[in-house]
């Protein structure tokens, strides 16, 4: 486990070096954006862009900025949207809003969707069960931003009952801001509940037909007996390391829900350093949703050892 674990991270970093050495040099191929003549930051700026080696040529400038970031974890001041600050202190500030609408999603979605798929699975080839993965696949294949606007539309237009747009403030967890924030989770939620619906309920489905569970009913147990001490915890195997990958991932968010919803978040940051030509920005939630990325990859694959010992990752035999 330990030698498949460092491959790995080594694989990690190769993949992660390579789309970092690729957007970068694509976003310094790029026009830089004009910089407004008067501002007192305008000066900040310019430095920071010839310190940065903006007039070399692009593998020199990529080591200049893996320098930076290595040993002063500096990724450079904001070119446009936020002139002259650092990007840093930026990107923490938008930080938590997509950690706390992330997390709400999956504290409510997993439990949901986990007792459909076992509900379904105990009904298999019912109308239940046909009518829960026949919604599962529907919402599946439905994209996140099309949940939004019938969220908007249905329950912020028609009904009133929530507001458009997520309230402004650092309040987190006040009952207002919670209550702002249900549409955006519910549209993030939809996804996932339905995800860990069709996982689970085909994990589930196997295991009940499995010979073990026909040997625990023969020595006495009865239907739920089985299923809780046996069925749901050799399903559980599969099920556990999704829930802890989408965990790993809650820091990624969602940039277009963001952007729908108002969110102050790192999606709506990148979003808005796409469109305002803000690099330096960018380049850094870049390397984060691709750091999320593997590291949930990562986590997910080596969690399947620690759950089920019978599971050797990267063995031979």
């Not at 310094?28 to 003549?37: E, I, N, Q, V």
């Not at 960018?282 to 949703?289: H, V």
């Amino acid at each position: 486990m330990l030698k498949y674990t460092l491959q790995r991270i080594l694989y990690m970093f190769i993949v992660f070096m390579i789309i970092t050495l690729m957007c970068f040099v694509l976003i310094r191929m790029l026009p830089l954006a004009p910089l407004p003549a008067g501002d007192p930051h305008t000066a900040i700026v310019e430095a920071r862009r010839e310190a940065m080696g903006y007039n070399k040529p692009y593998l020199e400038q990529f080591w200049m900025f893996l320098k930076n970031v290595v040993t002063k974890f500096d990724w450079g001041v904001s070119d446009k949207l936020f002139l002259g600050q650092d990007v840093v202190d930026i990107f923490t500030q938008r930080l938590p809003a997509t950690v706390i609408v992330n997390l709400y999603s999956i504290i409510f979605a997993i439990p949901i969707g986990i007792a459909l798929g076992v509900f379904a699975a105990l009904k298999k080839n019912t109308w239940v069960d046909y009518l829960i993965s026949t919604l599962t696949m529907v919402v599946i294949s439905v994209p996140s931003f099309v949940y939004a606007f019938l969220i908007q539309y249905i329950f912020s237009f028609k009904l009133g009952w929530l507001p458009f747009l997520m309230k402004s403030g650092t309040d987190w967890f006040s009952p207002a801001m919670f209550v702002s924030m249900l549409p955006a989770i519910m549209s993030l939620a939809f996804g996932t509940i339905a995800g860990f619906t069709r996982t689970t309920r085909a994990e589930l489905t196997e295991v009940l037909t499995s010979e073990f569970m026909l040997l625990a009913r023969t020595k006495g147990l009865t239907k739920a007996q089985a299923t809780v001490r046996h069925a749901l915890r050799n399903c559980f195997v599969v099920v556990v390391p999704a829930i802890i990958g989408e965990f790993v991932s809650i820091l990624g968010g969602s940039l277009i829900i963001e952007r729908i919803f108002s969110i102050p978040g790192v999606g709506r940051l990148t979003i808005d350093a796409i469109n305002g030509q803000d690099y330096p920005i960018f380049m850094l939630t870049t390397c984060f949703y691709t750091a999320i990325g593997l590291a949930a990859s990562l986590v997910v694959d080596i969690s399947y050892g620690f759950i089920d010992p019978r599971i050797r990752m990267g063995s031979k035999k």
